[in-house]
T-cell receptor, first 111, second 110 residues
Framework: RKEVEQDPGPFNVPEGATVAFNCTYS??????FFWYRQDCRKEPKLLMSVYSSGNEDGRFTAQLNRASQYISLLIRDSKLSDSATYLC????????????FGKGTTLSVSS | DVKVTQSSRYLVKRTGEKVFLECVQD?????MFWYRQDPGLGLRLIYFSYDVKMKEKGDIPEGYSVSREKKERFSLILESASTNQTSMYLCASSFRYGYTFGSGTRLTVV
C-alpha cells in the first residue's frame, strides 16, 4: 500500500460547484497533515494544515479522520482560479521529517 | 517571507556530465530537502538534511549525492547524469512545519 493515495482526477466542475477531494494515508503514527496547491509549472505552496477538529479557511474546509486514516478537502463555490493540482501531504512522525506527498488531484474549473 | 532560491530554472546537460543543482535559503532553517517531480509519479524525496554536514537518504537516492557545507546552502549532485534523471527538481527548506519550496529546476539530460 502506498503511503499517501489520492484520486488523480481530473475533476472537471463548473464555476460555483462544490467539490471534495479525499486522501488516505498508510502510517497510523503520522502526526501532521496538509493540503498543498500546485499550479502548472510552479512549485507547491501550502494551502492549509489539517487538524483533527477540522478547519476552515474561507471557501476551503479540511477534515482529518484518524480512525479511518483519511483526509479531505472541500472547496465551495469554485472559482476559475481554483484550477490547480491539490497535493495531500503527510509528515510521518515528528517535526522536521520530510513531507510525504500524494500524487495530487487535478481540478479544472470552467465557466 | 522565506525565500528558497534555486540557481537555475532550466538546465540542459549531456549524459555522463557531473551536474550541480544549487539551493539557497535565507531564513536560517535547519531542514532542507531535495525532491524530484515526474508526471504520474508525483514528488519523490531524494535526500534531506537536518543540519550542516548532515544528510539522510530519501526514497530515491541512487545516482545522486548532496552537500551541505553551510546552513543556507544545500546542493544536489548528479555524479554522472543519465537520461532517466531528466525531471523537475524541487528544493525545500523548513523550520518545524513551515515548508517553503524553491521555484524548481527543470533538468534535461540529452
Amino acid at each position: 500500500r502506498k503511503e499517501v493515495e489520492q484520486d488523480p482526477g481530473p475533476f472537471n466542475v463548473p464555476e460555483g460547484a462544490t467539490v471534495a477531494f479525499n486522501c488516505t494515508y498508510s502510517n497510523s503514527a503520522s502526526q501532521s497533515f496538509f493540503w498543498y496547491r500546485q499550479d502548472c509549472r510552479k512549485e507547491p505552496k501550502l494551502l492549509m494544515s489539517v487538524y483533527s477538529s477540522g478547519n476552515e479557511d474561507g471557501r476551503f474546509t479540511a477534515q482529518l479522520n484518524r480512525a479511518s486514516q483519511y483526509i479531505s478537502l472541500l472547496i465551495r463555490d469554485s472559482k476559475l482560479s481554483d484550477s490547480a493540482t491539490y497535493l495531500c501531504v503527510v509528515i510521518p512522525n515528528q517535526a522536521g521529517t520530510a513531507l510525504i506527498f500524494g500524487k495530487g488531484t487535478t481540478l479544472s474549473v470552467s465557466s | 517571507d522565506v525565500k528558497v532560491t534555486q540557481s537555475s530554472r532550466y538546465l540542459v546537460k549531456r549524459t555522463g556530465e557531473k551536474v550541480f543543482l544549487e539551493c539557497v535559503q535565507d531564513m536560517d532553517h535547519e531542514n532542507m530537502f531535495w525532491y524530484r517531480q515526474d508526471p504520474g509519479l508525483g514528488l519523490r524525496l531524494i535526500y534531506f538534511s537536518y543540519d550542516v554536514k548532515m544528510k539522510e537518504k530519501g526514497d530515491i537516492p541512487e545516482g545522486y549525492s548532496v552537500s551541505r557545507e553551510k546552513k543556507e546552502r544545500f546542493s544536489l549532485i548528479l555524479e554522472s547524469a543519465s537520461t532517466n534523471q531528466t525531471s523537475m527538481y524541487l528544493c525545500a527548506s523548513s523550520f518545524r512545519y513551515g515548508y517553503t519550496f524553491g521555484s524548481g529546476t527543470r533538468l534535461t539530460v540529452v
